[in-house]
Every structure is written in structure tokens, then in C-alpha cells.
């Protein structure tokens, strides 16, 4: 029985016991195969809903469709796995910022079955975002399993998402900088090693089962000078049409949240409109990976004008899709709508300058895609190698740098944070390792606690308080209720000083007579943050602690910074 | 500091029994409450190792502009002044994560199922896995409010008894009640069960603390739990053997609370007790 047991504490093992680096590629291995048969298992799945939808997509009622699959999808997230719509990536995030990456089990399979039935229906949304959510929980829950600690379960969440990026697109560079970038925010070896492995992982566990095949297929691209100049100018669409999807997504999110019916009604809703639309424009149907190939091979016939309406429309589907309550990610998406509109641009740039020889459309799409990538998830290093691994080819690279670099840049000006991060800076729950935020939710108020005061009764006299003040180093003294020991103010020896030199008051003056009753207060449980902040607003270096009204100690600048700064070298340690 | 006490009210006849159990407790040890009105049901709780997501049922929900005054008043009657618990994180928009660092929770048999499954003989799976990952231990109480004059220990030798002897002082320091130790001994476990408290250097509580120590050499463990008095708090260990032995065997835990309506204060294997 005990041989059985110790099998789930590897660290324990000889092999580990010296260097849990080992430890931590060993694991990485596991979670890169299971996250990458997940992200198989959701393609496979969502291939063979499509076919077997197909012959009915001709007929006019498909429109409902995308509402079944979309209803039945946000039944499955409502009452029976219990979880909220979205695509999980800012859940991922959450629980690696705040709680060391702890994540639920039935996150593991949850986002896939729901975003199957999504865009497996028609649905405009991508599986990627759902299968990065699922690597994510594999890795924590095995790291769960194997009882490992903070550090190492969010470096195993990382690997999970890294697999799941680099399975689903064969991309093995693209999955690291991805999870690097966005999911854990810090480029420390400690986790690029693993993350590294798991990537491969993934990525052969995918070739082996689906072949090594290039996502889109490769054409070779003679760039000059001038096509590079003009790229800035498709940068600046490209951040536009991110602020637009973000904005449209919100906008949508908003007025389906307000609408006075059940979830499931408004999925269906919104699910109906996007088969709507599909039925004029069938482009905007599903993930779209079908138009891309056509735009990358140039072989998208559409003129100007459609090209430019579908991107719009690409937009608004995927923001009713994704508002309403669909469940999928915005990665194929933005794929979509990026190359749309970087055919669009290149369409624009013919019928301006018609005599210039303007490199193949087919270039500007897959500019658009990294355009699209980089402003909606401000990562452009993860839009950069994604678009180079996708298509096979270098020859894009400097166009596609400063696309994705200036889109990004631009995004930054108006929207503050990326999609997937957005809800999470405005609630304050983005912590990035190594930031003040972060160090400081690390640290709580317990653990500051000053608790070497002396406490003074309300009726004690002057002349006995001053044979206190010789023994304490404190100039600051908490006032006590007789009876019940609540807190009732504070004594600050820089306000009673006058009475201190007058011994005419010792024996005239009690404690409740000269205490500050206005003491601003914090409790036990109360963030550091917070209480900085009242400290800064009110020229404050300590301040009393209160529990259940009595006085638990003081909490000051001084000790807190000295916390901070071991916080803060624990986490740069690490 | 006092210990903390967590509860999670539901506002209907059978949340408020639950409640005066909690107040009775923390009246007795002197913890203070921490009530938790729930505004969604679902919420996260975040332990070390784990996290777990309790779904509650609607019932929880019942009447929430009266959950407060309910909750006061009920509390109010023993003196004890209820603190609110306000989540401020959530991991999604209606999932809110409620904190872990109390002394103690409270939660009826099951929290996650209908209020018709609460009773004797069922504990509820997340029940179970908050007692598992859990610092504190579990209050799990009766059905209907019954006071408690002494308490009893189930104390059979394994680690997690150990800590629930441990509690078991610390709550007879706490409230000054009889403490009575109850073991079912098997062949050689008398002598077993002795060497440890030999070995974890408790015989000094043992002599000052133990009012009775009982130790069942004959008869079957459910026929002698009848000599488990019946306003007693029950406090056991729970994960004490692997989880194979529990699904072949059974689990003492389940057999102890299927067996005996008493409330029952359930130490984890993550409960640190201090004598």
C-alpha cells in the first residue's frame, strides 16, 4: 500500500529529489500528450459535426442552427457542468495571478463539448481559446494529483496551454511564446523549459495522430520595400478592427445580459441571427478556416466591396456568437476577419495605385491575420511566430514585425488591455509576478501585525500613563474599554505633549480626556492595497488594527515595506 | 484572536436550525460567526491543493431581503455579534471565491444537494472534499437543534485521530465540558492505540482531560456506538486509511454520522492541531 501511495508524491522519488527541474519536464511530458489529444479530440469532433451538418446548411431553415447548438451548449454550461459562457481564457489567467494556478477539474472537458456545440452548429467563434482552457485545467489538475506546489502547478498550467496552441496548429513556438506571453506574463526559464517540452509533446502527439501538415499552405512571397512601407498603413486598420471586435463583443455582451430571459433563450437568439446572416454570407459560419486558405492561395474571387462587407459582418457574428452566451475563443476569428481585412487593404491599394506591382493578395491576408492577432491579445511576438509557423514560410517576417508590433502599439492607446485581459485589469485582478499588486496580495495583514504596544485603560491617569511611556518604544498607545476591552481611540505622543510637561495635569487628566476617538481603522481581512491607499490619502505610517472591536495591533510603512521586500525577492527567486 | 467560525445561511426553517447549532458552538468555544448569505448558488473555494466549487440549491436563495434580519436575530439571542462575509474575488461574474483561513466551518450533512437528502446518513461528496483539503475542521450538524453537554472523541490510532484528540482538548479547554475518548479495539489495537498517545506525547492531556477513556474489545463498532451519549459533540477523524479500504470497507466517518444523530466536528488531513 505504501509503494501504491508514493507513486503520487514523484518528488519523492530518487530520480527528483535533487532537482525538481527533472521533475517538472517529466510531468510537462504528460500534460503536453493529454492536452494535445484534447485539442484532437475537439478538432475531430468539430470536423464531424460539420460534415454531418453540411447537406443541411442548403436548406432555408438552417438558420436555426447556430441558435440549437449555441442553446444547447449554454444549457450544458448552466445546469449540468455548472460553469459560465466565454471562452476561459481570463478564468486561466484569474487562478494563475491569484490562487497558483488552481483550477477545476471539469474545466478539463467543459469548454470543449460546449464550444463543439457552438461552432460545430455554425456558430462564429474558435476552438482555440477553449482548448487553451482545457490544457490549462490538465495541467492543473495533474498537478493537483501529484500534490506539487504553487510554482510548479502554474508552470504545468502553462504547459497545458502551450500544448494545446501547439497541437491545434502544429505551431510548437508559437503554443510557448503564447503561454510565455499571455496566460503566465513572464519570461523566466524556470518555466520556458517545461513549457518548451510540452510544446514539443504536443505538437508530436498531433503529427503522429493528424500529420505534420502546415496549417495553411505555403507560397513563396517576393516583398520589396515599398510592400513593407505600406504594411503601416494595414497595421492601423487592423488595430481598428480589433477595438472594433473587442467593442462589439462588449456591446453585445451588455445588451444580451440585460435581455429579461434565460441564458439558454439568448444563445439561441443570438445563434439564430448569426445563421441569418450565414444564410446570405456563409463565410462567417463557423471557425472559417475554409476562406482562409482561399485568401492565402488568392484565389478569393469577391470583389472590393464584399470583401469589406464580410469582414464587417465577420465582426458582428462573432459578437453576437460570443455576447449572446456562445462558448468559443476569438483566435479563429480574429484569423478571419484579419484576412478579410488585409485582402481588403490589398484590394484598396490596387484600385488606387493600379500600375504598381503590389505583392500577392494572399501576403496582405496573412498580414491582416497577425495585424488581427496582435491587437486583439496585444502579443505580438505570439502573432509574429504564429503566422510564420502556420504558413511555413520567413519570407513574411519583417512586414509581419511591423504589422504586428504597430497594431499592437495602437491597440495600447485606446484599450488598455488585451481581450482576454480586459475584465481582469478592470476589476484588479490582473497580478503579474514581480508587480506591486501582486506582492502585495501575497502579503496579508496577520503577518504584518505589530503587536508590541501596550494597551491603556480609558480612566488611567495621566501620571500612571507617563510610567508607561518610559517602558514602551512605541509613541503610540491603543485606549481600552475597562470592561468589555473594545477598542475606544488612540494616544499619540506628539498630541498630548503639552500635558506630558505640565506635571500640574498629571494627576488632573484621565486617558479618555486627551485620546483621538477618530482614528481611522482596518480590519484583519482588508487588502493591503487598500489600506495603502488610505494611509497615502490621509499622511498616515501606521494604523490600528481592529478585530471583533477589540485592538489586534498596528499595522505601519515601515514593517510592511520590509515584508515587501522579501515578497518581492521570493518572487524574483523563483 | 478568536477563532472563526463559517456558515452558510440559507434562509428557511431548516437553515435557521443549522444556524442556532453555529452559535451554539462558537457561544460554547467562544469563536466568533461568519456568515455568508449567499447572493448566487455556486461559489469557489480555494484550499491549497484544491479547488472546489459547492452548488448549492435554490433554498439558499430564499427570501434575501430578509436573510440578514433572520440571521441577526438568530444570532443576536446568544450574544454573539454575526460578521457578514462579502466575496470580494470572483472567478467568473456569478461565481464568487469565499475564503479558507477559518478555525472552523459549519455545513449541514450535504450543502450541494436538496434540502430532502439532509439527514442522517448521507455526507455529500463536496462535504467530503472540504474535509479533505480543508485547514479547519467541519462542524457537521444534526438535523434539528440540539445542544451538546460533554464531548466524545472516536479515537482509533490513525494520524487524523490523533488530531481529533487534539481538538477534542482544545474544545474541553474551550468550553470546560466532560471529555470521553471511544475506541473500538481490534485484536492488539488497545495496546496499539496506547503507544501513540505514548508516542505523540499526550499522556499528561490524556490523565488531566480524559474524563472516561472507553475501549470496546467485544461487540460489534455500530452496537457500540449506542453507548455514545447522546448530547454529546462527536469529533472524529476523517481519511484516516486509504481510499480503497474505504470503498471495500466503508469509511468509519460514514458509518459514525449514518449510525449517530449527534453533531460531529470532523478533523481533515490537513487540520494542524496544536494541543
Given at each position: 500500500?505504501?509503494?501504491?501511495?508514493?507513486?503520487?508524491?514523484?518528488?519523492?522519488?530518487?530520480?527528483?529529489?535533487?532537482?525538481?527541474?527533472?521533475?517538472?519536464?517529466?510531468?510537462?511530458?504528460?500534460?503536453?500528450?493529454?492536452?494535445?489529444?484534447?485539442?484532437?479530440?475537439?478538432?475531430?469532433?468539430?470536423?464531424?459535426?460539420?460534415?454531418?451538418?453540411?447537406?443541411?446548411?442548403?436548406?432555408?431553415?438552417?438558420?436555426?442552427?447556430?441558435?440549437?447548438?449555441?442553446?444547447?451548449?449554454?444549457?450544458?454550461?448552466?445546469?449540468?457542468?455548472?460553469?459560465?459562457?466565454?471562452?476561459?481564457?481570463?478564468?486561466?489567467?484569474?487562478?494563475?495571478?491569484?490562487?497558483?494556478?488552481?483550477?477545476?477539474?471539469?474545466?478539463?472537458?467543459?469548454?470543449?463539448?460546449?464550444?463543439?456545440?457552438?461552432?460545430?452548429?455554425?456558430?462564429?467563434?474558435?476552438?482555440?481559446?477553449?482548448?487553451?482552457?482545457?490544457?490549462?485545467?490538465?495541467?492543473?489538475?495533474?498537478?493537483?494529483?501529484?500534490?506539487?506546489?504553487?510554482?510548479?502547478?502554474?508552470?504545468?498550467?502553462?504547459?497545458?496551454?502551450?500544448?494545446?496552441?501547439?497541437?491545434?496548429?502544429?505551431?510548437?513556438?508559437?503554443?510557448?511564446?503564447?503561454?510565455?506571453?499571455?496566460?503566465?506574463?513572464?519570461?523566466?526559464?524556470?518555466?520556458?523549459?517545461?513549457?518548451?517540452?510540452?510544446?514539443?509533446?504536443?505538437?508530436?502527439?498531433?503529427?503522429?495522430?493528424?500529420?505534420n501538415q502546415i496549417v495553411f499552405s505555403h507560397r513563396h512571397f517576393d516583398i520589396d520595400l515599398m510592400n513593407i512601407v505600406v504594411c503601416l498603413g494595414l497595421a492601423i486598420i487592423t488595430a481598428a478592427a480589433s477595438i472594433l471586435l473587442t467593442r462589439m463583443i462588449k456591446y453585445m455582451n451588455g445588451k444580451y445580459g440585460k435581455a429579461p430571459v434565460p441564458l439558454w433563450m439568448r444563445a439561441a437568439l443570438g445563434g439564430c441571427t448569426v445563421g441569418l446572416i450565414g444564410l446570405f454570407f456563409p463565410v462567417v459560419l463557423g471557425e472559417g478556416y475554409n476562406s482562409i486558405h482561399m485568401m492565402i492561395e488568392g484565389v478569393f474571387a469577391q470583389g472590393f466591396i464584399i470583401v469589406v462587407l464580410a469582414a464587417f459582418l465577420k465582426i458582428l457574428a462573432t459578437s453576437l456568437t460570443l455576447g449572446s452566451g456562445g462558448s468559443g475563443g476569438i483566435f479563429a476569428p480574429c484569423l478571419v476577419i484579419g484576412s478579410f481585412t488585409g485582402l481588403a487593404y490589398h484590394r484598396g491599394l490596387v484600385l488606387l495605385w493600379p500600375s504598381v506591382s503590389w505583392v500577392n493578395e494572399g501576403c496582405f491576408a496573412l498580414l491582416g491575420m497577425a495585424g488581427l492577432i496582435s491587437g486583439m491579445l496585444q502579443a505580438p511576438m505570439t502573432a509574429i511566430f504564429l503566422i510564420v509557423e502556420i504558413t511555413g514560410g520567413y519570407e513574411v517576417i519583417l512586414p509581419l514585425i511591423i504589422v504586428s508590433t504597430i497594431s499592437t502599439t495602437f491597440c495600447r492607446y485606446i484599450e488598455s488591455a488585451s481581450f482576454y485581459l480586459k475584465d481582469l485589469t478592470e476589476k484588479g485582478h490582473l497580478l503579474r509576478p514581480r508587480t506591486d499588486a501582486r506582492v502585495l496580495t501575497e502579503l496579508n495583514v496577520r503577518e504584518l501585525l505589530e503587536t508590541d504596544c501596550i494597551g491603556v485603560k480609558q480612566n488611567m491617569l495621566l501620571r500612571d500613563f507617563i510610567n508607561i511611556v518610559k517602558k514602551s518604544h512605541r509613541n503610540y498607545f491603543p485606549v481600552e474599554d475597562e470592561k468589555t476591552g473594545h477598542f475606544l481611540g488612540m494616544i499619540y505622543l506628539d498630541d498630548i505633549r503639552p500635558y506630558l510637561f505640565n506635571p500640574g495635569m498629571y494627576d488632573a487628566v484621565l486617558l479618555g480626556q486627551i485620546m483621538d476617538i477618530n482614528v481611522q481603522t482596518v480590519a484583519l481581512d482588508d487588502d493591503l492595497t487598500e489600506i495603502l491607499d488610505i494611509m497615502d490619502i490621509n499622511h498616515l505610517y501606521s494604523m490600528p488594527v481592529v478585530a471583533d472591536n477589540k485592538f489586534a495591533g498596528m499595522i505601519s510603512k515601515a514593517t510592511l515595506l520590509n515584508q515587501y521586500r522579501k515578497e518581492l525577492m521570493v518572487q524574483a527567486n523563483d | 484572536m478568536e477563532a472563526q467560525l463559517f456558515h452558510i445561511f440559507r434562509n428557511t426553517p431548516?437553515?435557521?436550525?443549522?444556524?442556532?447549532?453555529?452559535?451554539?458552538?462558537?457561544?460554547?468555544?467562544?469563536?466568533?460567526?461568519?456568515?455568508?448569505?449567499?447572493?448566487?448558488?455556486?461559489?469557489?473555494?480555494?484550499?491549497?491543493?484544491?479547488?472546489?466549487?459547492?452548488?448549492?440549491?435554490?433554498?439558499?436563495?430564499?427570501?434575501?431581503?430578509?436573510?440578514?434580519?433572520?440571521?441577526?436575530?438568530?444570532?443576536?439571542?446568544?450574544?454573539?455579534?454575526?460578521?457578514?462575509?462579502?466575496?470580494?474575488?470572483?472567478?467568473?461574474?456569478?461565481?464568487?471565491?469565499?475564503?479558507?483561513?477559518?478555525?472552523?466551518?459549519?455545513?449541514?450533512?450535504?450543502?450541494?444537494?436538496?434540502?430532502?437528502?439532509?439527514?442522517?446518513?448521507?455526507?455529500?461528496?463536496?462535504?467530503?472534499?472540504?474535509?479533505?483539503?480543508?485547514?479547519?475542521?467541519?462542524?457537521?450538524?444534526?438535523?434539528?437543534?440540539?445542544?451538546?453537554?460533554?464531548?466524545?472523541?472516536?479515537?482509533?490510532?490513525?494520524?487524523?485521530?490523533?488530531?481529533?484528540?487534539?481538538?477534542?482538548?482544545?474544545?474541553?479547554?474551550?468550553?470546560?465540558?466532560?471529555?470521553?475518548?471511544?475506541?473500538?479495539?481490534?485484536?492488539?489495537?488497545?495496546?496499539?492505540?496506547?503507544?501513540?498517545?505514548?508516542?505523540?506525547?499526550?499522556?499528561?492531556?490524556?490523565?488531566?482531560?480524559?474524563d472516561r477513556w472507553q475501549i470496546f474489545e467485544k461487540g460489534k463498532f455500530e452496537e457500540n456506538l449506542y453507548k455514545v451519549p447522546h448530547d454529546s459533540l462527536v469529533v472524529l477523524g476523517a481519511y484516516g486509511h486509504g481510499f480503497i479500504k474505504d470503498i471495500v470497507f466503508g469509511s468509519k466517518m460514514e458509518k459514525i454520522q449514518s449510525t449517530v444523530s449527534n453533531n460531529l466536528l470532523i478533523v481533515g488531513p490537513n487540520y494542524t492541531a496544536t494541543v
Open positions: 500500500m505504501h509503494s501504491l501511495k508514493s507513486w503520487r508524491y514523484p518528488a519523492k522519488w530518487i530520480l527528483f529529489r535533487t532537482d525538481d527541474r527533472l521533475l517538472l519536464i517529466f510531468i510537462a511530458v504528460i500534460v503536453g500528450i493529454c492536452s494535445s489529444l484534447a485539442a484532437i479530440l475537439l478538432n475531430r469532433s468539430l470536423i464531424a459535426i460539420l460534415s454531418w451538418l453540411h447537406p443541411f446548411r442548403q436548406i432555408w431553415w438552417a438558420f436555426v442552427l447556430p441558435g440549437i447548438g449555441a442553446a444547447m451548449s449554454s444549457l450544458f454550461l448552466e445546469k449540468i457542468v455548472n460553469e459560465g459562457a466565454g471562452h476561459g481564457v481570463p478564468e486561466v489567467v484569474y487562478s494563475v495571478s491569484r490562487y497558483g494556478g488552481l483550477m477545476r477539474f471539469r474545466s478539463s472537458f467543459s469548454r470543449l463539448i460546449s464550444s463543439c456545440l457552438t461552432i460545430g452548429s455554425g456558430g462564429s467563434a474558435g476552438p482555440e481559446a477553449p482548448v487553451v482552457m482545457s490544457g490549462a485545467a490538465i495541467g492543473s489538475n495533474i498537478a493537483k494529483f501529484f500534490s506539487l506546489n504553487d510554482r510548479q502547478r502554474v508552470a504545468l498550467v502553462g504547459c497545458g496551454a502551450a500544448a494545446a496552441i501547439s497541437s491545434i496548429f502544429n505551431a510548437p513556438i508559437a503554443g510557448m511564446i503564447f503561454s510565455m506571453e499571455v496566460i503566465l506574463g513572464e519570461w523566466s526559464s524556470a518555466y520556458l523549459i517545461p513549457i518548451a517540452i510540452a510544446s514539443v509533446a504536443g505538437t508530436e502527439v498531433s503529427r503522429i495522430l493528424q500529420g | 431548516l437553515g435557521r436550525e443549522t444556524l442556532f447549532q453555529s452559535t451554539y458552538f462558537c457561544s460554547k468555544t467562544g469563536a466568533a460567526i461568519n456568515i455568508y448569505v449567499p447572493e448566487f448558488t455556486k461559489f469557489l473555494m480555494y484550499f491549497e491543493n484544491d479547488v472546489i466549487q459547492i452548488n448549492l440549491d435554490e433554498s439558499y436563495l430564499t427570501a434575501p431581503g430578509s436573510a440578514l434580519e433572520h440571521a441577526t436575530e438568530v444570532v443576536m439571542q446568544k450574544n454573539i455579534k454575526p460578521k457578514f462575509i462579502k466575496p470580494k474575488h470572483f472567478t467568473a461574474s456569478t461565481l464568487p471565491d469565499i475564503p479558507t483561513g477559518f478555525d472552523f466551518m459549519c455545513c449541514p450533512r450535504s450543502i450541494s444537494d436538496l434540502s430532502s437528502k439532509i439527514g442522517i446518513g448521507y455526507i455529500g461528496p463536496r462535504v467530503r472534499r472540504i474535509v479533505k483539503s480543508a485547514r479547519f475542521p467541519v462542524l457537521i450538524t444534526s438535523p434539528v437543534y440540539k445542544e451538546w453537554s460533554s464531548i466524545t472523541v472516536f479515537f482509533g490510532g490513525s494520524a487524523n485521530a490523533v488530531n481529533a484528540l487534539k481538538l477534542g482538548f482544545r474544545i474541553k479547554r474551550a468550553t470546560k465540558m466532560p471529555l470521553y475518548i471511544f475506541t473500538q479495539a481490534e485484536k492488539g489495537h488497545k495496546k496499539t492505540c496506547k503507544d501513540v498517545i505514548k508516542h505523540e506525547n499526550l499522556e499528561k492531556e490524556m490523565e488531566q482531560l480524559a
